[in-house]
């Protein structure tokens, strides 16, 4: 079973719309969660952090964590076109802090 | 980029060949990381570096080995491609971001081995 799971996609949602991006992870002493951008032919670039249960907003974005669910969240309001990418979850394993564990991408379009 | 360059930025080569990877960085971080990325897979760890001459295996480390002389640079070698060893690579570094580790990615290499 991997560790960190996430719909593949794609997932299409129409411009302005609140496009949803999930994952689910196995390791229940995880303790810190982030969300990559990575747009095609890119290298991944943070955009979101949560360590803590409840919500967390940065503008546009809002990272949810749910612990006792093992569930983190990333949902984009006012979508834009320029969101269109693929979006990677990593997590901290329990044990070792300085290592990520990624899930493999939600695929995502913003159509115009 | 976080101060992160690699090289090549893309290399073809044949199958049984030596290939290094050079990632280069210029802020002193202590942990580096090589990754590569596959359709369906996401990131998967090769090899990572926790210091000058430390180094350890992660996930996907067969076929490869790393070195780490000085800080500033950590290299990937696949001492005999293989086919399956066709991926976009990726290095990072570790960076405090408040009061935990995050990490940040180089450009990325794209390496086909025919």
């Known amino acids: 079973q991997k560790e960190v799971e996430q719909n593949s996609g794609p997932l299409s949602v129409p411009e302005g719309a609140i496009a949803s991006l999930n994952c689910t992870y196995s390791?229940?002493?995880?303790?810190?969660f982030f969300w990559y951008r990575q747009y095609s032919g890119k290298s991944p670039e943070l955009i979101m952090f949560i360590y803590s249960n409840g919500d967390k907003e940065d503008g546009r974005f809002t990272a949810q964590l749910n612990k006792a669910s093992q569930y983190v969240s990333l949902l984009i309001r006012d979508s834009q076109p320029s969101d269109s990418a693929t979006y990677l979850c990593?997590?901290?394993?329990?044990?070792?802090?300085?290592?990520?564990?990624f899930g493999s991408g939600t695929q995502l379009t913003v159509l115009p | 980029d976080a101060g992160i360059t690699q090289s090549p930025r893309h290399k073809v080569t044949e199958t049984g060949t030596p290939v290094t990877l050079r990632c280069h960085q210029t802020?002193?971080?202590?942990?580096m990381y090589w990754y590569r990325q596959d359709p369906g897979h996401g990131l998967r760890l090769i090899h990572y570096?926790?210091?000058?001459?430390?180094?350890d295996k992660g996930e996907v480390s067969d076929g490869y080995s790393v070195s780490r002389s000085k800080t500033e640079d950590f290299l990937l070698t696949l001492e005999s491609a293989t086919s399956s060893q066709t991926s976009v690579y990726f290095c990072?570094?570790?960076?405090?971001?408040?009061?935990?580790?995050?990490?940040?990615f180089g450009p990325g290499t794209r390496l086909l081995v025919l």
């Open positions: 802020e002193n971080h202590r942990y």
């Open positions: 390791d229940r002493g995880s303790q810190s």
């Open positions: 570096s926790y210091g000058v001459k430390d180094t």
């Open positions: 990593a997590v901290v394993p329990s044990g070792s802090a300085r290592q990520l564990t």
């Open positions: 990072a570094i570790s960076e405090r971001l408040g009061a935990e580790q995050t990490q940040y």
